[in-house]
């Protein structure tokens, strides 16, 4: 008789996502996308002030992984030399719609 295989981490499964949580990942996906090419531009034309709102932007309208490797790329640019202030925005409450 055989022994079951061991119980694994890629074998077990992970709760599928709602569509608000698809929604909400293709989201940040394509923001981060664009939010990145706008930084690259920035940096590459030397525009810091520019570069800090793009920056900003992500934290404020994306997650704080998207505001923080926005934040690391422009580092990696332009050095961890240039003091970089960004703005934290304050987390918001998803409002719950009440059911009919």
Known sequence: MLAPPPVTASTLR????????KGADSFHAALAAVLTS????????GDHARAVNIINRGFAEGTPQVGCDLLCRAISVVGAARTWTVQLAPPTAVRQRSAP
């Open 14 to 21: 992970e709760p599928a996502k709602t569509l608000r949580e």
């Open 38 to 45: 706008a930084l690259d531009d920035a940096l590459a034309t």
